[in-house]
């Protein structure tokens, strides 16, 4: 598919490209009016133009001057082009056409002010409201799909616009949130307004989306404490609403529902239990009679009976309160740990990548671990059982040195023990089947690939640790004995692989990756 300039198109004169990827090609152009417009040109076989063609069928009822308007769509043989807005030219007419796009800002810019963000922000919603009333989500909102066409931000790329609840998975990593990247469900709304917080992060800090959450030295928690504290809600708990986007906007706090629902399991679970105190004590205070209730309430106010019980229910009373107290501050501090889980842990685990050398890396990592052979724990432990010469862990079947011979071997003897106490944790293969799916349907080079996997997706950054980690411990095996600082590797490869998939820091037996601990 090679267009030149000059050419037509769908009535309108192709002036210059100004975008080019795996889908196909982005041209400015001329409408038989004069008027400038793009045209968006997607070959018309394959999967990105069936998607394409979906998403615009999708789009097609929604009209907002915050979304970006579809003027004409015409669908050949041999293509499928898409005559819409074209974006302002951020050069004003003084060289070559440069788009308003979020991204080229940012790139002139190093970031944007708070008030332009704002701004920007409040036409998106108002877009994505239109969307969300018609019952779609938007699937790809980042800075490269926000445009200024007429100086009115817009939501660009029809293309990934799907039903709610209905689509498959598809986006940007590190705009998508961490329910899609674990497979658990379709997109909705939330999916959205987490990925609309990426973008303020992105805005405000201009910082690549793969830095998240972390903070330019040079740059203050007074530059905008609000824009700061709205992005970091927005992508820590589900928003459901524009409105309640824009509650972050003013310095509101979200209804955390995990919170309020576990308050109430909590109460009514530590209600039920101090009933039932209550009811044992009660009538193990009163005198065995048939009419139980009858006396109760035949007893003087101030007789010593009526005050026993009245003490006893005022201290059955004041335990359920404290024991409310301390449920709710023990699930407080569960809660507080949690809040550190992805992010950091995907931080630690892409340093650990590139000490590796695997980012940026040359992109042979990427076909290693899309066909990774995944074992469960119970099959690596009776790999490493088996009495023959060759424990080691598959995929390899390279043969060992003589004596290294199952759990005869003190090697296999002492991984055994790490992989046994370890909570290692098995992996949801079908949610590794998704991701691996969606990393084989992404353009790009293997390369970029590889350091977006690695960057931005937490189960796949697992899968690696996990590789690491046999490929550590077949090095251990063909060994014969651990070398110095193999057990404190490796120990760390099991905190960060478990912290990964479980988003909790796990408790492990420190003792057992210490390079003094007993050999097994």
């Given at each position: 598919?090679?267009?030149?300039s ?18 196909g ?12 417009v ?31 308007k ?18 302002d ?35 998106l ?14 699937r ?11 100086g ?16 498959s ?19 909705d ?12 992060y ?17 740059m ?15 992508c ?19 209804p ?25 004590a ?34 059955a009373?004041?335990?359920l ?44 990592f ?18 490493l ?12 079947d ?17 991984l ?20 691996r ?17 690695l ?48 988003s ?17």
């Amino acid at each position: 598919m090679a267009y030149k300039s000059g050419e037509k198109l769908c009535g309108c004169t192709l002036l210059e490209k100004c975008g080019a990827g795996a889908y196909g090609e982005v041209w400015l152009a001329e409408d038989v009016l004069g008027a400038r417009v793009a045209v968006k040109i997607i070959g018309a076989c394959g999967r990105c133009s069936e998607r394409e063609l979906a998403g615009l069928k999708n789009y097609r009822d929604c009209n907002h001057p915050n979304l970006l308007k579809i003027r004409f769509v015409e669908i050949t043989e041999s293509h499928i082009a898409c005559v819409m807005d074209a974006a302002d030219d951020l050069n004003g007419g003084k060289g070559p056409y440069l788009p308003d796009t979020l991204t080229n800002r940012l790139e002139r810019a190093g970031r944007l002010e708070s008030k332009e963000i704002l701004a920007m922000l409040e036409g998106l919603l108002a877009g994505l409201e239109e969307l969300h009333r018609n019952g779609l989500v938007h699937r790809d909102i980042k800075p490269d799909n926000i445009l200024w066409v007429n100086g009115r931000p817009t939501l660009a790329d029809a293309g990934l616009i799907a039903l709610e609840g209905k689509g498959s998975l598809v986006g940007t990593p590190g705009f998508m949130s961490p329910k899609l990247l674990a497979g658990r469900g379709a997109a909705d709304a939330s999916d959205d307004f987490y990925a609309l917080g990426k973008v303020i992060y992105c805005a405000l800090t201009g910082l690549p989306v793969g830095e998240y959450p972390s903070i330019p030295e040079n740059m203050t928690i007074s530059v905008d404490a609000v824009l700061g504290r709205a992005f970091r809600e927005a992508c820590k708990q589900p928003v459901r609403t524009s409105e309640e986007f824009r509650s972050l906007l003013s310095g509101a706090a979200l209804p955390d529902r995990r919170r309020a629902l576990t308050r109430k399991v909590w109460l009514f679970a530590g209600g039920a239990a101090a009933l039932l105190l209550l009811s044992a004590a009660f009538l193990l205070t009163l005198p065995k009679k048939a009419e139980t209730l009858r006396y109760v309430n035949s007893l003087p106010p101030d007789s010593p009976e009526a005050l026993e019980i009245d003490r006893q229910l005022a201290e059955a009373k004041k335990k359920l309160a404290e024991s409310q107290k301390k449920m709710q501050e023990d699930f407080d501090r569960f809660n507080s740990r949690k809040s550190r889980n992805i992010n950091e842990m995907q931080r630690d685990a892409a340093a650990l990548f590139r000490r590796r050398g695997l980012l940026p890396g040359d992109g042979k990592f990427t076909a290693r671990l899309l066909d990774y052979e995944i074992l469960t724990q119970d099959r690596i432990l009776g790999l490493l059982m088996r009495d023959t010469r060759n424990p080691r862990l598959r995929p390899t079947d390279e043969a060992l040195p003589p004596g290294a011979d199952g759990l005869h071997s003190k090697s296999a003897q002492g991984l055994y023990g790490m992989f046994l106490s370890s909570a290692y944790g098995d992996f949801d293969g079908g949610a590794v089947e998704v991701r691996r799916a969606f990393w084989r349907g992404r353009s790009g080079t293997a390369e970029e690939i590889q350091r977006q996997m690695l960057e931005t997706d937490p189960l796949m950054q697992a899968l690696a640790l996990d590789l690491l980690i046999r490929e550590k411990a077949n090095a251990v095996i063909e060994a014969g004995a651990f070398r110095p600082g193999d057990k404190k590797e490796l120990g760390g490869l099991f905190r960060l692989r478990r912290g990964l998939l479980d988003s909790e820091p796990m408790a492990f037996p420190d003792s057992l990756f210490a390079e003094s601990s007993p050999k097994i």
